[in-house]
């Protein structure tokens, strides 16, 4: 989480002039800031996050949809979403396909990212293999998928270099 700030406040002294805002997400999604021109508030409260703040799980459809409702009143082309998430979409009550869906109707463009962790594995033929039992750390294909049904792009990166890359 420390190395994922630093880039992403990075991120934020390069985004002069567009309206920025911060939503969190775990059980549930919280906007922490809203959409904004006051960079330096959205930086203070994204450093004052911390891991489990809005709870240990990953709600990613409840954020898509907190985001595409706080975007709607912006113009056409200001309606993007980073999506930026390091687990695997397992709580919530907007399904994350249906919330991208809901998403392009709305104009939403979203860029997802997946930060750390293992992808799930693939077999040659695009069926999932089973890692013992356990739960993947990231479903990559998923986010592809929320990422393609607004015209965009799924990014995975393992570490703070290769985020600041994206």
Known sequence: LTAAKAVLADFLDRRGGDRVGLIVFGGRAYALAPLTLDRDTVRDQLLDTSVGLAGR????????????????????????????????????????????????????????????????????????????????????????????????CAFHARDAEELGGI
């Not at 709607?72 to 994350?96: E, F, I, K, M, Y």
């Not at 104009?107 to 739960?135: D, K, Y």
């Open 57 to 152: 799980e990953t709600a990613i459809g409840d954020a898509i949809g907190l985001a595409v409702k706080r975007l709607r009143a912006q113009d056409a082309q200001q309606r993007v979403l980073v999506l930026l998430t390091d687990g695997v979409s397992n709580a919530g009550l907007l399904d994350p396909d249906r919330a991208a869906r809901i998403a392009r109707d709305e104009g939403v463009r979203i860029h997802t990212i997946a930060f750390g962790g293992e992808v799930q594995p693939l077999s040659m033929f695009g069926f999932r293999l089973p890692r013992g039992g356990a739960e993947p750390e990231i479903d990559e294909a998923a986010l592809a998928r929320i990422a393609s049904a607004t015209g965009e």
